[in-house]
């Protein structure tokens, strides 16, 4: 898995000038955005991964104010089965797979490099500034891929996360932003309260922003993981 990820940082270099505000399909069920205010430079990227039985589209909807607020372009890959492979290989397959057999562990990575190739050839990313950003599921994966490739994503967003496959190292100043409702009723609280000194031991940079809600990604909790990936503030806890 690293592999791939570490090779494709390669990739990931100006190709094409002109950038185009839409929704771009980039095939098997991805989807990018492209905000007009990029202007064709390089810009920065979040790839975003969404939660079980949720969509690509829906994703990238939760996102796109903030992306043309601050200028990024988005990447919503979308998963072989409901749910990402790890977490369906986890759950023992329980999780129903959309009719196309059992997702076994690994068979997304490819699906999202396929994503990555897709998009670098259409419009020009700043391969120095690419997060990792997931909700649910989603972010149970983000937090799993991300660490095992700090090179390519080195700002790792995670919201309600259910699940953790933390590596035994880590690389010392990635930067992460946690976020968690405390009423969350569905992937509770403690999963992420748990996670903040695991991973502070690590050596990563979190900003864990705790707030009142359920399992929800909220407009203002998106936008200021948002601006937390974009301006580079460690911050410490997030009350």
Do not use: C, K
Request: aromatic share 8%; proline share 8%; charged share 20%.
């Amino acid at each position: 898995m690293r592999a791939w990820l570490l090779a494709l940082a390669l990739l990931l270099l100006p190709t094409r000038v002109g950038a185009q505000a839409e929704l771009i399909e980039l095939g098997d069920g991805a989807f990018a955005y492209v905000p007009p205010n990029t202007s064709g430079a390089p810009a920065p990227l979040l790839v975003l991964l969404h939660g079980n039985g949720d969509s690509a589209r829906g994703m990238i909807a939760s996102f796109r104010p903030h992306a043309e607020r601050r200028g990024i372009v988005l990447l919503a890959p979308r998963p072989y089965a409901r749910t990402w492979d790890t977490i369906y290989q986890v759950t023992g397959g329980t999780r129903r797979s959309n009719n196309r057999g059992r997702a076994g562990a690994s068979i997304d990575p490819p699906r999202i490099q396929a994503a990555l190739e897709a998009l670098a050839a259409r419009t020009p990313i700043d391969r120095g500034r690419i997060g990792l950003a997931g909700f649910s599921d989603g972010a149970s994966y983000a937090l799993s891929l991300g660490l095992l490739n700090p090179d390519l994503f080195p700002a790792v967003l995670v919201f309600s996360p259910g699940m953790a496959f933390l590596p035994r190292e880590a690389r010392p100043g990635q930067r992460l932003f946690l976020a968690h409702g405390r009423g969350d009723s569905i992937l509770p609280f403690r999963v992420s309260a748990q996670l903040e000194p695991q991973l502070r031991e690590r050596g990563l940079i979190v900003a864990f922003r705790r707030f009142e809600g359920d399992h929800v990604l909220l407009d203002p909790i998106v936008g200021e993981g948002v601006d937390w990936f974009m301006d580079g503030e460690e911050g410490a806890a997030i009350q």
